[in-house]
């Protein structure tokens, strides 16, 4: 029997190493559907409850596994529905290829069914390559530059197909100068290093200070084990954008965490008072958060040329790998020998998490969201991987958790969508089924689509081996960022018709779905359930009643900037007095004096 063009495509996936596809079915990609159901499961065809929800799921498999995610729709909608979830992969440079259904070639330009132009509608979101397949000869070409564009820019790439093209006979190209074939699939490796004398530039503005910050993002993930060795010679401190959170654990002493409005103080005070800055695969955009312009000798390092030296006037820009290049300048430094700025850094960092540990067991009503992750911290397992979505439960996220061991995570970094937190879980269990899973998901993203990829868990559950997945919602029935947003930016009370959010209970739509459920509204419950949560044998959603009123206080605030925020809260803010009461308690945590070796609880 000949091969239809769908059964190629398939079987290309294959050779491309792809275990699964995240899609949805539909008219626009009936023959590819077939061509899986031909295939003994290989790929996967994992069908999540909606497109953009497949899209999410392909960027978070992309993310934690290091290689290209795979997602699939059909024309139309279906191909609308993905644009949101390959925006998250485009802005945070994420390697993700999309395989999308067409109206058929004989229909085209008749305002047929579904018919949208999708090369108009994509040519923003994938870039980099976009192509339609109009003949079978194409083929293999046409895949192929998809997955090596997506690997090499880390970014989205599409593939057009249309309908009748998937079950037409397949053709190989023919060896002719007007036809294209293709080198057969495999993986690219490669170390760029700059020039020698950019590289002792760069040591030499290094080595010349004394008060060394290191800014490291997600492109400094390979190069742990350095950024520690140059933290070490310099005794500078490493200061974290959130997307790379999971680059060096929080134990530490030097790693301050997270920087920016969902930061931590001691970053904040390691950039204000730094002489030197070293950014290590970050293109953090806030350089309200970096130190003063004109302070600070800095270098950058970024695989990316056209992403470095735009957020600080950094005077050596070298363009390389980040372990490669940084494996090159540490021997050329010298370690310091007066510690005193490392003993300055270590002190505030100690200091930080008795703050957070204060405000995190502060009485709330009726349970303080800090304190959620708090007790998380105290049980994650080494190797648990974390996904967290875009809320006010992403400044717990990033200031609460205290990373250890090989933890993994992320979140929407650049685009910051709603959504993607219970879909990056579903992805980051195809990309390690053996290792524990934990979702810190607001009621606002579980509302707006994670309740339905519930069902997909409750699904795939038996093809993970560990089949921890624990979804934590965070349940206050606000749409909490947003209100405090109003509240800080705009000086405005919460406007209850916008940001009040229907209450139901989530465990109990867990139950439904065939998903271990436990309800928490009493903080003492708390280390309980996650004990009982990252236990369990099958997945389990965690629904804890959180006041909506504890602050997310930036790290930079001043009691004036605090009291500005009062007083338009107190215009006419639902529960005043008792949101400005939980504000001034959490402030005041950071100015409550440090133990000391020896001190009682």
Same mark, same amino acid.
């Given at each position: 029997?000949?091969?239809?063009?769908?059964?190629?495509?398939?079987?290309?996936?294959?050779?491309?190493?792809?275990?699964?596809?995240?899609?949805?079915?539909?008219?626009?990609?009936?023959?590819?559907?077939?061509?899986?159901?031909?295939?003994?499961?290989?790929?996967?065809?994992?069908?999540?409850?909606?497109?953009?929800?497949?899209?999410?799921?392909?960027?978070?498999?992309?993310?934690?596994?290091?290689?290209?995610?795979?997602?699939?729709?059909?024309?139309?909608?279906?191909?609308?529905?993905?644009?949101?979830?390959?925006?998250?992969?485009?802005?945070?440079?994420?390697? +993700?290829?999309?395989?999308?259904?067409?109206?058929?070639?004989?229909?085209?330009?008749?305002?047929?069914?579904?018919?949208?132009?999708?090369?108009?509608?994509?040519?923003?979101?994938?870039?980099?390559?976009?192509?339609?397949?109009?003949?079978?000869?194409?083929?293999?070409?046409?895949?192929?530059?998809?997955?090596?564009?997506?690997?090499?820019?880390?970014?989205?790439?599409?593939?057009?197909?249309?309908?009748?093209?998937?079950?037409?006979?397949?053709?190989?190209?023919?060896?002719?100068?007007?036809?294209?074939?293709?080198?057969?699939?495999?993986?690219?490796?490669?170390?760029?290093?700059?020039?020698?004398?950019?590289?002792?530039?760069?040591?030499?503005?290094?080595?010349?200070?004394?008060?060394?910050?290191?800014?490291?993002?997600?492109?400094?993930?390979?190069?742990?084990?350095?950024?520690?060795?140059?933290?070490?010679?310099?005794?500078?401190?490493?200061?974290?954008?959130?997307?790379?959170?999971?680059?060096?654990?929080?134990?530490?002493?030097?790693?301050?965490?997270?920087?920016?409005?969902?930061?931590?103080?001691?970053?904040?005070?390691?950039?204000?008072?730094?002489?030197?800055?070293?950014?290590?695969?970050?293109?953090?955009?806030?350089?309200?958060?970096?130190?003063?312009?004109?302070?600070?000798?800095?270098?950058?390092?970024?695989?990316?040329?056209?992403?470095?030296?735009?957020?600080?006037?950094?005077?050596?820009?070298?363009?390389?790998?980040?372990?490669?290049?940084?494996?090159?300048?540490?021997?050329?430094?010298?370690?310091?020998?007066?510690?005193?700025?490392?003993?300055?850094?270590?002190?505030?960092?100690?200091?930080?998490?008795?703050?957070?540990?204060?405000?995190?067991?502060?009485?709330?009503?009726?349970? &303080?969201?800090?304190?959620?992750?708090?007790?998380?911290?105290?049980?994650?397992?080494?190797?648990?991987?974390?996904?967290?979505?875009?809320?006010?439960?992403?400044?717990?996220?990033?200031?609460?958790?205290?990373?250890?061991?090989?933890?993994?995570?992320?979140?929407?970094?650049?685009?910051?969508?709603?959504?993607?937190?219970?879909?990056?879980?579903?992805?980051?269990?195809?990309?390690?089924?053996?290792?524990?899973?934990?979702?810190?998901?607001?009621?606002?993203?579980?509302?707006? &689509?994670?309740?339905?990829?519930?069902?997909?868990?409750?699904?795939?559950?038996?093809?993970?081996?560990?089949?921890?997945?624990?979804?934590?919602?965070?349940?206050?029935?606000?749409?909490?960022? +947003?209100?405090?947003?109003?509240?800080?930016?705009?000086?405005?009370?919460?406007?209850?018709?916008?940001?009040?959010?229907?209450?139901?209970?989530?465990?109990?739509?867990?139950?439904?779905?065939?998903?271990?459920?436990?309800?928490?509204?009493?903080?003492?419950?708390?280390?309980?359930?996650?004990?009982?949560?990252?236990?369990?044998?099958?997945?389990?959603?965690?629904?804890?009643?959180?006041?909506?009123?504890?602050?997310?206080?930036?790290?930079?605030?001043?009691?004036?900037?605090?009291?500005?925020?009062?007083?338009?809260?107190?215009?006419?803010?639902?529960?005043?007095?008792?949101?400005?009461?939980?504000?001034?308690?959490?402030?005041?945590?950071?100015?409550?004096?440090?133990?000391?070796?020896?001190?009682?609880?």
């Amino acid at each position: 029997m000949a091969q239809q063009v769908a059964d190629y495509v398939v079987a290309r996936l294959n050779e491309w190493g792809v275990k699964q596809v995240f899609a949805y079915p539909g008219d626009g990609i009936n023959g590819l559907v077939a061509a899986f159901g031909r295939t003994d499961d290989r790929p996967t065809f994992v069908q999540a409850r909606h497109e953009e929800m497949a899209a999410f799921s392909a960027t978070g498999y992309a993310k934690f596994s290091g290689h290209v995610g795979v997602c699939m729709a059909t024309s139309g909608p279906g191909a609308i529905h993905l644009l949101n979830g390959l925006y998250d992969a485009k802005l945070d440079h994420v390697p +993700v290829v999309a395989i999308i259904g067409q109206t058929a070639r004989s229909a085209m330009g008749g305002s047929y069914q579904q018919e949208v132009d999708l090369q108009s509608l994509y040519k923003d979101v994938a870039s980099e390559y976009l192509v339609e397949v109009n003949v079978a000869e194409q083929l293999p070409n046409a895949l192929d530059r998809a997955f090596r564009t997506a690997w090499t820019r880390r970014a989205p790439t599409a593939v057009i197909i249309p309908a009748d093209l998937q079950e037409e006979t397949y053709e190989p190209p023919q060896h002719e100068f007007k036809q294209v074939p293709s080198s057969p699939p495999a993986e690219m490796h490669s170390v760029v290093v700059p020039a020698r004398a950019e590289i002792e530039r760069a040591a030499e503005v290094i080595g010349a200070g004394s008060k060394v910050a290191i800014l490291v993002g997600q492109g400094a993930r390979s190069a742990a084990r350095e950024v520690t060795e140059l933290a070490e010679i310099t005794g500078g401190g490493v200061a974290k954008a959130l997307l790379g959170k999971d680059v060096l654990p929080d134990d530490l002493p030097f790693v301050t965490g997270p920087i920016g409005l969902l930061g931590t103080r001691p970053s904040y005070e390691l950039m204000r008072d730094c002489d030197t800055l070293v950014i290590v695969g970050s293109n953090f955009p806030y350089s309200q958060f970096l130190p003063p312009l004109d302070q600070a000798r800095a270098v950058q390092i970024d695989i990316d040329g056209t992403m470095i030296g735009m957020r600080y006037p950094t005077e050596v820009n070298l363009v390389g790998d980040a372990k490669a290049t940084l494996a090159e300048i540490i021997p050329l430094l010298k370690p310091v020998s007066d510690r005193s700025w490392r003993e300055t850094i270590e002190s505030n960092v100690s200091r930080w998490w008795e703050t957070v540990e204060r405000q995190s067991t502060l009485d709330a009503k009726p349970v &303080n969201p800090m304190r959620v992750v708090w007790e998380l911290s105290q049980q994650i397992p080494d190797n648990a991987i974390v996904t967290a979505d875009s809320g006010s439960s992403t400044n717990w996220y990033a200031r609460c958790l205290k990373f250890h061991g090989s933890m993994r995570g992320s979140l929407s970094g650049t685009l910051a969508t709603m959504g993607p937190g219970v879909p990056y879980a579903i992805g980051a269990k195809f990309a390690h089924p053996d290792r524990p899973v934990i979702a810190l998901v607001g009621d606002g993203a579980m509302q707006m &689509n994670g309740l339905a990829e519930l069902i997909t868990i409750a699904r795939y559950t038996e093809q993970w081996s560990d089949k921890r997945l624990v979804v934590c919602v965070f349940h206050n029935n606000d749409l909490n960022q +947003v209100t405090w947003e109003l509240r800080s930016m705009g000086g405005s009370p919460k406007f209850e018709d916008s940001q009040s959010l229907p209450d139901i209970s989530y465990a109990d739509a867990a139950r439904c779905f065939g998903l271990a459920a436990i309800e928490v509204d009493d903080p003492e419950q708390l280390a309980g359930a996650w004990e009982r949560a990252l236990s369990a044998d099958r997945p389990t959603l965690l629904d804890v009643r959180c006041d909506p009123e504890v602050p997310p206080i930036p790290p930079h605030a001043t009691w004036d900037q605090m009291k500005a925020t009062a007083e338009a809260v107190l215009r006419g803010d639902p529960n005043a007095w008792h949101l400005v009461t939980q504000g001034m308690k959490t402030k005041a945590q950071e100015f409550l004096p440090g133990r000391r070796s020896g001190d009682g609880e």
